[in-house]
């Protein structure tokens, strides 16, 4: 075999283990001078064939590459690991020393660094450019690749002293810069750099071409993955708007159908209260117009929040302050009380609109109660009054007319008349009521409220109703009574006596007290029509008559002498023959029996009024 045909045969060997041009090149100059240009002509081909080769591969290896960076985008879950993915695959595509992608922010006209691969300058990683700067702000700008291969001097750049002072510092000479296009948008610009002087082919300017295409759709498919996350997000949340809504109005309608049933059937205060306070899940405190407390439930007694009641009068809604949650109850522009919800912090809208639209049921069931309670006070404000003015005229009618308000006029009452400063009768009459038996009657006649109660002893009643309405009320009240009596006559002859009585009362300045005549000693005799001589005797003289009676002693006819000579000692033991001593400890026994208080004035009065009427029976 000739030397030509080894030479060749070499090459081919050569070219099958991949072997460098250099290595080729070397078989050529052992070629005898005869066989030389056979041999070069292989050598040619052969070099042919391994570009060619070399060319396959790299196409190879680039197609693999973005072969792979579409099945990085077909399972797109982090938009950053997919760039930093493209990024570091570019630098290893176009064998360069550090690669980095920048994105667009249109509404700062800039651009900034997002990922960068082989980066070792801090500076560099952070830097941004302004639309047109540098080669970078010129490829956003222009949508355009653009290469150099010495950028510190080259002039087609508009160099800043930020961006020369950060390529300085990553210490980069050949840079090229590819846009990210998407449509006609740009979203960014994908870097390949060399720290040394490099020109870049075409070849690599399609390949980085390539790669920044797949960075924008990653960048898009983020875009897209956001707003369907931010779309579901929001679905989401409406969804919960709308079950919120739904579970509001169903507590709404169930509120309004509780609250509704209450006021249909005659529901009072203190059940609404009880009822607001399951449905809102708080304490309920009602009060009225003029702050007092009409009804209440798991709360404590407080006093009506004026200032916060003027506010939510003022704007129409409820208020929040310190805790309390507070709505005016209004029927047009009448205020006729307030709501009080306690212990529920913020309330959210759906709550505090149902709070409010309590107050409008609350509002309607005081309506409906201010109705039905003129229409009853009418009723029975007239049957008093016609009672009292005119009890002969037709005593079977007004007996009648009784009846069917539930009293019977000719069982026995206490007549009771009341008096009070500074508050209406109207107020005097409702908290009154709750503190006499049902089957009462109570009016209002000649400015006065009257009561009939199915009671028998006046003097107990009357003080009853003067401690316990004056506590409702937060006034002194002041009472008379008379009684009991049957009967239209009887009836209104003791509503002169307790009218009389109550009179007294206000006249010996005894405010706020209850009593019947029979409480004022001598002047009950003096002011009663039916006057009851041996009972003030009784009252008065009671103890000493029955002491008297069981001992057979004197104690009385002591005490009558005593009286009778000005309270002088020894007078009063001359005019009964007995030793001052014996005087001393007669006296002394009828302190232990009356009272030491029986010398007093007042007390000494009524003791020789008693005396001197006992004297007078015989």
């Known amino acids: 075999m000739d030397r030509a045909t080894t030479a060749l045969r070499t090459l ?68 950053d690991a997919v760039l930093r993915s493209i990024v570091h695959r570019a630098r290893l595509l176009l064998h360069a020393d550090i690669a980095y992608l920048s994105l667009n922010d249109k509404a700062a006209g800039r651009t900034y660094m997002r990922v960068t691969d082989g980066s070792a300058s801090a500076l560099f990683q952070q830097v941004t450019l302004g639309m047109g700067e540098g080669l970078g702000g010129l490829v956003a700008h222009t949508a355009r690749p653009y290469a150099t291969a ?31 296009r998407l449509d006609q948008q740009v979203l960014g610009v994908l870097y390949a750099a060399d720290r040394s002087s490099r020109t870049f082919s075409n070849d690599e300017v399609a390949l980085l071409s390539s790669l920044a295409d797949h960075a924008a759709i990653a960048l898009d498919g983020a875009r897209l993955l956001d707003e369907t996350r931010s779309t579901l997000t929001e679905l989401s949340a409406a969804h919960e708007t709308i079950r919120a809504h739904n579970v509001a109005m169903r507590r709404a309608e169930d509120a309004h159908d509780r609250l509704s049933d209450l006021v249909l059937r ?41 200032e916060l009641v003027a506010q939510s009068r003022s704007v129409g809604r409820a208020v929040h302050r310190d805790g309390l949650w507070v709505c005016a109850v209004l029927a047009g522009q009448e205020l006729l009380g307030s709501a009080t919800l306690i212990g529920r912090g913020e309330l959210a809208e759906p709550d505090r609109r149902l709070f409010e639209r309590a107050s409008v049921v609350t509002a309607l069931l005081l309506l409906l109660r201010r109705s039905v309670a003129e229409t009853e006070d009418r009723v029975r404000g ?21 009846k069917r308000l539930g009293v019977d006029l000719c069982l026995p009452h206490v007549v009771a008349v009341a008096h009070v400063e500074r508050v209406s009768r109207r107020r005097l009459t409702d908290v009154a009521a709750a503190h006499i038996p049902r089957h009462s009657l109570v009016g209002v006649h000649a400015d006065q409220v009257v009561f009939l109660v199915p009671e028998h002893d006046a003097s107990a009643l009357a003080k009853r109703l003067a401690r316990d309405v004056a506590a409702s009320l937060g006034a002194a009240v002041t009472i008379g009574a008379a009684g009991p009596a049957a009967g239209p006559a009887e009836l209104a002859a003791a509503h002169t006596e307790a009218e009389r009585c109550v009179q007294a009362l206000l006249s010996l300045g005894r405010i706020g007290t209850g009593a019947a005549i029979g409480d004022l000693g001598f002047l009950g005799l003096i002011l009663g029509d039916r006057t009851d001589i041996d009972g003030y005797i009784r009252s008065a003289l009671g103890p000493v008559l029955d002491y008297d009676a069981k001992r057979g002693t004197d104690l009385l006819g002591t005490l009558a002498a005593y009286f009778d000579l000005g309270g002088n000692l ?9 030793h001052v001593n014996t005087v001393v400890q007669r006296l002394e026994r009828v302190s232990a029996l009356l009272g030491e208080d029986w010398r007093e004035p007042n007390r000494a009065l009524e003791i020789q009024l008693a005396l001197h009427l006992h004297r007078l029976r015989g």
């Not at 005898?32 to 081909?45: M, S």
């Not at 800043?160 to 950060?166: F, V, W």
């Not at 009880?274 to 702050?291: Q, R």
Request: glycine share 10%; with cysteine; net charge negative.
């Open 382 to 402: 007239e049957l008093v009054t016609d009672l009292l003015i005119a009890p002969d005229r037709d005593p079977a009618g007004l007996i009648a007319r009784g």
């Open 150 to 180: 010495d950028y510190p001097g080259d002039v087609r750049f508009q160099h800043t002293e930020p961006i020369d002072s950060a390529v300085c510092d990553e210490g980069l000479i050949a840079i090229l810069g590819v846009p990210l």
């Open 266 to 306: 005659g529901g009072d205060v203190p059940e609404v209260a009880a009822a607001l306070a399951a449905v809102l899940g708080g304490g309920i405190i009602l009060h009225g117009a003029d702050g007092e407390e009409m009804g209440r439930a798991d709360a404590e007694p407080m006093p009506q929040p004026a």
């Open 12 to 79: 081919l060997e050569l070219l099958d283990r991949g072997a460098p041009a250099e290595q080729l090149a070397r078989v050529a100059t052992v070629a005898g001078d005869a066989d030389r240009a056979e041999v070069e002509q292989g050598l040619e081909a052969a070099l042919r064939i391994r570009h060619t080769l070399a060319e396959h591969h790299r196409r190879e290896a680039e197609l693999a590459a973005l072969f792979d960076t579409a099945g990085d985008l077909a399972g797109l879950r982090d938009t």
């Open 570 to 578: 020894n007078r009063t033991k001359a005019a009964l023959h007995l």
